[in-house]
């Protein structure tokens, strides 16, 4: 079909799936079809307006907690002044003959649900056309906004909306029976360090995490291995976007850590025979690893953004690492710094709420911290990372601990603080550092080295 064949087309619509619905909710004789209808359905998704009116004065109803049928609904809309509207009392009354019963409801909001969902992306479609045109406007711009728009769509509750308690109390209370049921899980992704996952029951759902440490402390290394241990021992799908350093390096660097072999090593070459064995397979587990790395330097706001969308759409990550979230470039060049970085923080927050997975930034901190634990002032060039965060965790260590430990192999014990948590405890944890292999483990599963 030539798009000027579509100049004179009707925009799709059910007009019987329409009527069915609202046939199907005055027949029901408790609230359960009206919270299902709601999981699918607002006003604006009906296509003839008398049904938006119908729609709308159930609604209303409906949130006084009275009872929906025929008598009520067409005294609510004459009370408005939409009775006209919608069609006359004798077209509402025959609302019900359209149906046998309400069994079928969800069904039939499915349908309509459906065509609506056309009739949006018929509308995007034309507004992102005349965007095009704009020669004034970025097109990287006019993409971020496109894709940000059908992502909207595909989501099941639309933005803005509003639930019921009850629509969400059922569903928590299972949540907390699997809990019951499976103590050893954690109802969020494990970052694989046991008195971290206990502390924060893992990385959980949309929540926006910051990890900050002086330069050299090893932000990357506690990243890195938290993705291995997401992505290789637990086999979920991680997204890792390195804006310092080069996929290569950010790999020889992987490989040195789960293979055992030093990075300088790693890096000159000079590996002995029994090295390629563990070399070999740690090469087989990273290849087997849902692993996805972005290692764009610079890279803009909205390309970040618009890559994790690519990720969590097409492989499913169940969280997004960023190294590190200074080195991100807001869209904005002309605004101060700090309001670069507030754009950012609360970008990245959106974003953690809108693909509903964790997202993991490293941050640097202030030079005065150097000797001593890092506080939540301290987090470098906006206060906004501090807000926007749902969980604040430093890692720190005395400056100089590596030129004094004398056996490279040897561990060296580095703290975790978790400075914010909005819906936990805070505290602090010890881990391990192997600066050999620039890799993080807990303590007591470092101590057979």
């Known amino acids: 079909m030539q798009p000027g064949d579509l100049k004179d087309r009707v925009p799709p619509h059910n007009d019987e799936a329409e009527k069915a619905t609202l046939g199907a909710l005055l027949l029901s004789s408790d609230t359960e079809a009206f919270a299902t209808v709601l999981r699918y359905l607002r006003e ?48 509402v009354s025959s609302l019900t003959s359209t149906v046998p019963s309400a069994a079928n409801v969800e069904y039939y909001a499915r349908i309509v649900q459906e065509t609506s969902i056309r009739r949006r992306l018929i509308r995007i479609s034309g507004e992102i056309a005349w ?5 004034g406007r970025d097109s990287r711009l006019i993409v971020e906004e496109a894709e940000r728009r059908i992502f909207e769509i ?8 509003f639930v019921r308690a009850r629509e969400v109390i059922g569903k928590s209370i299972e949540a907390i029976e699997r809990r019951y049921h499976t103590q050893d899980d954690y109802t969020g ?69 789960e293979a055992r072999i030093g990075s300088h090593v790693i890096r000159t070459g000079m590996l002995k025979p029994d090295d390629f064995v563990n070399l070999t397979t740690a090469a087989g587990l990273i290849y087997d690893a849902p692993l996805y790395i972005s290692d764009e ?34 869209e904005n060049p002309e605004l101060p710094r700090h309001e670069q970085i507030a754009e950012i923080s609360r970008s990245l927050k959106g974003l953690a709420r809108e693909l509903d997975i964790p997202v993991v930034a490293l941050s640097q901190v202030r030079r005065e911290t150097e000797g001593k634990t890092p506080t939540l002032a301290d ?12 969980v604040v965790i430093f890692l720190h260590r005395e400056r100089g601990t590596e030129r004094e430990n004398v056996d490279v192999k ?12 909005r819906n936990g405890p805070v ?12 890799r993080f483990e807990s303590l007591a599963a470092n101590a057979r080295i």
């Open 44 to 91: 604006e998704d009906f296509y003839k307006n008398s049904h938006r009116r119908i729609f709308h004065a159930m609604i209303r109803l409906f949130e006084r907690g009275e009872s929906v049928d025929l008598i009520t609904l067409t005294s609510e809309l004459k009370t408005h002044g939409d009775l006209d509207g919608a069609g006359g009392a004798a077209y």
């Open 297 to 330: 330097p610079n890279i803009k706001l909205l390309d970040l953004r618009a890559q994790a969308r690519r990720m969590k759409s097409h492989h499913q990550v169940e969280v997004i690492f960023i190294d590190y979230l200074s080195l991100i470039q807001a």
């Open 131 to 135: 965007e095009a045109y704009d020669e």
């Open 189 to 257: 992704v494990p970052s694989g360090f046991p008195d971290l996952d206990n502390m924060l029951s893992g990385f959980q759902n949309s929540e926006f995490i910051v990890v900050g440490a002086r330069p050299s402390v090893g932000k990357t290394a506690l990243a890195l291995s938290m993705a291995a241990n997401i992505s290789i021992r637990q086999n979920r799908p991680v997204g890792f976007f390195t804006l310092e350093m080069a996929r290569m390096s950010l790999m020889q660097r992987l490989i040195s850590s």
């Open 379 to 390: 987090i470098r060039e906006s206060g906004s990372i501090e807000q926007d965060a749902d």
């Open 154 to 161: 595909t989501d099941k509750q639309q933005s803005g909306s």
């Open 427 to 438: 505290g602090t944890i010890k881990i391990a550092f192997i600066p050999q292999y620039t």
């Open 410 to 421: 040897s561990q060296i014990e580095t703290q975790l603080v978790v400075a914010k948590q």
